[in-house]
């Protein structure tokens, strides 16, 4: 009876090629790998004609799919092909670390005194290979696998050899960095410490039950740095005792589609690979001293449209191989041959080793999984709509264009939408131009991660529609403050959810009747306005939107008169920019009553004096503008608001909120024209003084071009078209006032 | 060589360094080199030997681009070391040449008037005229004698030569031939031969290179040091030579002006003070990594011949001053604020505020 460790480097396709021999030499008749015991029931999945690595083995929490871990694994990953291994010559397969379910439930406490292993620990504990590779003064702990055994007669010999510079390895370390000195099995250590302690007991614990069982030829794959923790097993109670009473908390686990972008993560199997697209092409062309390779560089350069010739590659090849030589190394590695590419192909500049990198070093390769393997409702439903839709969901970023008037772009587009309020972000929206048009323009891509944000909502239903329908609904239900609902309405309409939609209503309808907060109110109210005049819903939900619409817009009338008094100046801008915004929407909506509400409103805050100056200017001009005040009105309104009389401020803040963003008004519109202009000239010198700073103020907002222009009609004086009246002009007398007019507006 | 020339060739000064490594290497040596690229790149790294002799270093900083560089001229493509001024181009391509052909010497200094002759073959028109197109009547330029000898020829700022003399270099960088119709022959490159041109970036565009030249050449890009130590180490070992050569005593504060040189260099070349705190704007001219090797030996001539031979600020003052303001108006207004906000606030630099401030 024998046990053969075998430690590896995961993802190293060194790793995998010593492996593969090795197992066909010990002809192992079980094979142990440093994995989660709750994945073994997906493995036989791996030899599925459609089984496309790079995939990941997810495990997660199913109460809540945020606790959840990846595997990824890739073509030549040691595990991967110990699977296939086993799997291919029948011979049983078992993954035996630490199960999740146990790894998922315990507390691991990171206590303060993480000195004891530092950093530099954790990183040879997760790459020991790196680091040996590192301590011989290689780039890359791949090419150290072939150097350093390249004249091995046994296959076995090399994991001995590993096996022997662990043992060492984790002798040493501790030491080094226990800088108290104290005793290491105190009470105090990391929970990271705790936790490989556990992994190697239950790897240990498989381990003794494959031999318990009576398997002669046990082969153990699993990362280097365990090794010396399961040559010599203890006694089987010290494990037991390690053990006992683990809390425990249910697990599911899957497959899903991986990336090699994603290879280089840090997750499940410790530290990932920087450069998979690479190691991929090593581990596929063993034999290729860089031709290959190089040729693969150089296509992909002219589709970015920098010219190489095949010259290039034979030149290239040749300082790699140079370079190679020069470095006694057996034949270039990823280094060599970057490093020949940027002095043959790119002039000596790094910069153009960018797109190199993206498409070849790491790769855009992205796996796929069989169809019919094990998946939540949600997920299969998602799959289903996605292929009815003719949408691949692939992490390659796509754009599609919808026009909502045909069915079933309409259909993309609520789907879209129902994922996005699950956050499930595989589409993003972008912005088209022209509003209310019926074309959406969408960027799709798929991340392996939304897989766990789709298993997180994977509770609230069955389908899309039924999660997102649900999901919104328990969403509004929450929802203590009327701000809070307000955006869930602009998310439920376009995702078509009119039950949940309802209840988004009838609970802001609560929350309106309980908000005294007349700025809340107008921030709900414009929104429904937009659904009410453009929104595409159905006939139904827009009465109901309409009723509440109504109900909010008169809470907000019969509290507005009495919000815009008793305000400071900063309060009373914002204050204006709602009124104005509510103002926009009552226009838009062309509904009689509520337009005629709204004037006799805006008419009691013009009129009363206890409306804050900025808003009752504001009032003033929307009066106007809608046609509801005379000139002479408008004139008097003017004259009584800048009258000397006033605070200075106050006049000041009457007509920043009169001309607040008007200075085209005052330039095209005659009638304001005049008002300013006759009114201006009525003052007498020692009021037109006074009030100077304050034009100055509300001038000051105004660009340089709208200043000059200003300033060109003031030089022509009166408007002339528009007022019948005549005013006798002492020509002289008026151009006095041109330089202070000049210095007012800035233009001197 | 005699000993009171001013400035010795690579394979001369450091002959027994040559010498050293030649009995100690153990790697093969492609034909007519006299050193394997192994030993080349420890004559320009630096090391020590098996037998315990110390190489000095000649090139600080990154190895794999030497060791890119030499490869690259064991696959018979030339080298081109492209860059900002003084980043050690020529002097990188000098001792190269001088490691592998022994001989640093074959150099065309290309200028706009660099004509063909210069680059391919002259004549001497006597002898031309008296006996016509004869071998004898030839005048061979480097490149003739490096292909016919088989050693590494140099090419100083090949962008400024002109663009159809530089395509003259293309026949003979790819057929390893240079032929002379006046006399129906040609030359035939011996094994060894090989080119290393400089070029800089600053240059580009003056008379780029070809598409079809660039394609003979693997390019180096010769970065500025990166950290202070480097550049510092760079200075102290080039002023240390400098002395010696021109017998001038080291005297111990030299390090500490040399740091000082080196981080207003680099401070002007970065655009902000060595803390992050103080932004700067950049003078127009590049400052070097050599202008601060020449900006210390000017300064140390100074002080030994009109000095009391100890480096005093004074001495650095008119040297840094004219490595930083090379144009009149807007560099004088950078220097000045430099002056202000980080000469005259930092501690211990008062003399040299007070010094530049003399001059300016
Ligand atoms: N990295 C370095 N290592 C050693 N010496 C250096 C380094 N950088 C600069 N030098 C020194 O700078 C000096 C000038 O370098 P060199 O004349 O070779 O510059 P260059 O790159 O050819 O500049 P240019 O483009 O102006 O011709 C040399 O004396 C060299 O010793
Ligand atoms: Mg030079």
Redesign the pocket.
């Known amino acids: 009876m024998s046990v053969h460790l075998l430690g590896i480097r995961h993802h190293g396709p060194g790793s995998s090629r010593h492996v593969l021999n090795a197992l066909s030499e010990i002809q192992p008749d079980v094979v142990l790998i440093e994995g989660p015991p709750e994945g073994e029931a997906m493995l036989s999945w791996a030899t599925h004609a459609d089984m496309q690595p790079p995939v990941a083995l997810l495990g997660y929490v199913p109460d809540n799919p945020q606790q959840a871990v990846f595997y990824p694994f890739t073509l030549h990953s040691p595990e991967w092909n110990a699977i296939l291994y086993a799997l291919r010559n029948q011979v049983p397969v078992r993954f035996i670390d630490m199960p999740l379910a146990h790894g998922f439930a315990i507390e691991w406490q990171e206590t303060a005194s993480n000195i004891d292993t530092s950093e530099f620990t954790e990183q040879v504990r997760k790459n020991p290979i790196s680091y040996l590779a590192e301590i011989a003064e290689f780039d890359d702990p791949e090419e150290w696998w072939e150097h350093r055994f390249e004249i091995v007669q046994q296959p076995y010999e090399v994991f001995e050899a590993i096996a022997e510079s662990m043992t060492a390895l984790r002798q040493a370390l501790p030491e080094r960095n226990d800088r108290r000195g104290g005793d290491r099995r105190g009470s105090d250590r990391r929970g990271s410490d705790r936790r490989e302690e556990i992994r190697e007991a239950f790897m240990r614990k498989s381990i003794r039950i494959a031999q318990k069982e009576g398997f002669e030829r046990i082969a153990v794959v699993c990362g280097a740095w365990h090794v010396p923790a399961l040559m010599h097993l203890p006694k089987q109670k010290e494990d037991d005792l390690l053990l006992k009473n683990l809390p425990k908390t249910k697990v599911e686990s899957t497959w899903i589609p991986w990336t090699n972008d994603r290879m280089a993560f840090e997750s499940g199997y410790g530290a990932g690979v920087e450069s998979p697209g690479w190691y991929m092409h090593h581990w596929q062309h063993p034999d290729d001293h860089g031709t290959l390779w190089l040729s693969h560089t150089a296509h992909v350069f002219r589709a970015n449209h920098v010219d190489i010739s095949s010259a290039h590659i034979i030149e290239a090849v040749r300082l790699a191989g140079a370079l190679a030589g020069l470095r006694g190394l057996s034949r270039p590695g990823l280094k060599e041959l970057n490093e020949a590419t940027v002095a043959v192909m790119c002039m000596g500049e790094p910069l153009l080793m960018k797109v190199i990198y993206r498409e070849l070093i790491v790769g855009k390769a992205f796996g796929q999984i069989p169809e019919g393997t094990p998946q939540v409702p949600l997920q299969r439903n998602l799959e289903a709509l996605a292929k009815r839709f003719r949408i691949k969901i692939i992490p390659e970023q796509k754009t599609l264009k919808l026009d909502l008037r045909e069915e079933n772009d309409l259909q993309k587009s609520i789907l879209l939408h129902r994922l996005q309020l699950l956050d499930i972000n595989w589409g993003t929206m972008e912005a088209v131009s022209g509003k209310g048009t019926f074309k959406e323009e969408w960027t799709l891509r798929w991340y392996p991660e939304l897989t766990i944000n789709l298993l997180e909502k994977a509770p609230w239903g069955n389908t899309v529609d039924e999660a997102a329908a649900k999901y919104l609904e328990n969403k509004a239900k929450k929802c203590a403050r009327l701000d809070e609902i307000t955006p869930l309405v602009q998310t439920a309409i376009p995702a078509d959810l009119p039950t949940a939609l309802g209840a988004v209503m009838r609970k802001m309808d609560e929350l309106a009747a309980t908000t005294s907060d007349i700025s809340m109110l107008m921030d709900a109210f414009t929104p429904l306005a937009q659904v009410s005049r453009y929104g595409n819903v159905r006939r139904t939900d827009r009465e109901s939107i309409d009723l509440i619409m109504t109900t909010i817009f008169y809470r907000i009338i019969a509290g507005l008169p009495a919000g815009c008094t008793g305000i400071d100046d900063e309060q009373a801008a914002e204050m204006t920019q709602k009124i104005r915004e509510v103002n926009q929407a009552i226009q838009m909506l062309e509904k009689q009553e509520l337009t005629e509400a709204w004037t006799t409103t805006l008419r009691t805050i013009f009129h009363s004096d206890r409306t804050a100056p900025f808003i009752q200017g504001y009032s003033c001009k929307a009066l106007y503008d809608s046609r509801l005040l005379e000139m002479d009105s408008t004139f008097n309104a003017f004259a009584k608001a800048l009258s000397p009389n006033n605070e200075p401020s106050a006049s000041a803040n009457w007509l920043e909120g009169f001309l607040n963003d008007a200075a085209t008004v005052l330039i095209l519109d005659d009638v304001i024209w005049d008002v300013v202009n006759d009114w201006l000239q009525s003052l007498d010198d020692a009021t037109f003084l006074q009030v100077v700073p304050l034009l100055r103020r509300t001038f000051a907002n105004f660009s340089n071009v709208e200043k000059r222009k200003i300033a060109g009609r003031a030089r022509q004086g009166k408007s002339g078209t528009s007022s019948p009246q005549t005013i006798d002009i002492d020509p002289q007398r008026a151009a006095q006032v041109l330089p202070i007019l000049e210095l007012l507006m800035g233009i001197k | 060589m005699a000993q009171n020339i001013l400035r010795q060739a690579a394979e001369a000064q450091f002959a027994q360094e040559i010498e050293e490594i030649k009995k100690q290497d153990k790697h093969t040596r492609p034909e007519n080199w006299l050193l394997s690229p192994h030993a080349v790149v420890t004559y320009l790294m630096g090391g020590k030997l098996g037998n315990g002799f110390d190489v000095s270093p ?4 990154n190895r794999r681009l030497m060791e890119i560089a030499v490869a690259t001229l064991t696959t018979d493509r030339a080298l081109l ?1 492209y ?11 000098e001792h190269i040449s001088a490691a592998i052909s022994g001989d640093s010497g074959l150099v065309i200094q290309g200028t706009a008037g660099t004509g063909e002759d210069s680059v391919r073959y002259g004549w001497n028109y006597a002898q031309l005229l008296s006996a016509g197109p004869v071998p004898e009547a030839i005048v061979e330029t480097p490149v003739m004698r490096g292909m016919k000898e088989g050693k590494i020829v140099r090419v ?2 090949l962008t400024r030569i002109g663009s159809d003399v530089q395509d003259s270099l293309i026949t003979i960088l790819s057929e390893k031939m240079l032929p002379i119709p006046e006399l129906n022959t040609k030359v035939m490159a011996v094994r060894g031969f090989n080119m290393i041109a ?1 070029a ?1 970036n600053r240059d580009k565009g003056v008379n780029d290179l070809s598409s079809a030249l660039k394609r003979r050449f693997n390019t180096v890009i ?1 970065p500025v ?1 990166e950290t202070i130590e ?1 550049e510092v180490e ?1 200075v102290q ?2 002023v240390a030579s400098f002395s010696k050569s021109i017998d001038l005593p080291v005297e111990k504060p030299i390090l500490e002006e040399i740091n000082r040189i080196v981080t207003v260099f680099r401070e002007l070349r970065n655009g902000v003070s060595t803390d992050g705190k103080t932004k700067l704007k950049s003078p127009s001219g590049t400052l ?3 202008e601060a ?1 020449s900006v210390m030996n000017s300064g140390l001539s100074l002080a030994y011949h009109f000095g009391d031979a100890s480096l005093k600020a004074d001495d650095l003052a008119s040297g840094l001053i004219g490595a930083i303001i090379k144009d009149p108006v807007q560099d004088k207004i950078v220097f000045q604020e430099y002056m202000e906000t980080v000469l005259k606030q930092r501690d211990g630099w008062k003399d040299i505020y007070r010094a530049c401030r003399e001059i300016i």
Not at chain 2, 58 to 61: F, N, P
Request: proline share 7%; no cysteine.
């Open positions: 000649k090139y600080i900083g070391l860059g900002l001024p003084g980043t050690a181009k020529s002097w990188v391509s100083e700022e400089t800089n010769l040091p480097e760079i070992q080039r070097s990594t050599a090797i």
